[in-house]
């Protein structure tokens, strides 16, 4: 079985649209697909239950059998910073939770695919980091570029703090979600200064099966 966990430059940068990609993709090729979105704020409750709508993306493109809550079992009602959100509820989100939580999921599919929460070092308070379950689960990360303004020097941190915390980052997908002043130019350094190979470049298109064509997955064999 692979662990892939999917961080990003900043938060909205595509991570669910790359993990439905990628999902999608996979199921087309055979695979058994489980999907984990550890965290989430920004939730509306139904029947009780706080459901996020990048949760149910998620769901929607999984083969495997998971209820939203096994995908996604810390939410909040607020699209606010998940540990502030944590705050006024009083509750502690703890990486224990987060590990255990995952490590319920059958193992007996080929690929679990995580989204992470905002960038890779999303604060969960009391010192905690999202980025330390990735080190504990011992995932392979990609990371989402959002092509804006800044994107370069985004990039290019998070990127070391990833190889900086001993975890190994297969790749880097490019996400245009508006458009950007010398796009190509920006790739093209991009793949120059990012020691890990362009996985792909998807260009907003909301069609998911339109989408996986425009993006390679050898790495992931």
Known sequence: MKKIFITATDTDAGKTHVAQVLINALVKVGKKVSAYKPISAGCEKINNILVNEDALRLQGQINSEQSINQINPISFEPAIAPHIAAAQVNQTILISTVVDKFNEIDNNVDFIITEGAGGWRLPLGNGAF????????????????????????????????????????????????????????????????????????????????????????????
Not at 146 to 174: F, R, S
Not at 175 to 199: F, V
């Open 130 to 221: 999202l980025s330390e379950f990735a080190q504990i689960t011992r995932q392979q990360v990609i990371l989402v570029v959002n092509m804006k303004i800044g994107c370069l020097n985004h990039a290019v941190l998070t990127h070391q703090a990833i190889v900086n915390d001993d975890v190994e980052c297969i790749g880097w997908v490019a996400n245009s979600i508006e458009p950007m002043a010398y796009l190509e130019e920006n790739i093209t350094e991009l793949i120059q200064l990012l020691p890990i190979p362009l996985l792909g470049h998807l260009h907003n298109e909301s069609n998911i099966d339109k989408a996986v064509e425009q993006l390679t997955l050898p790495v992931l064999f």
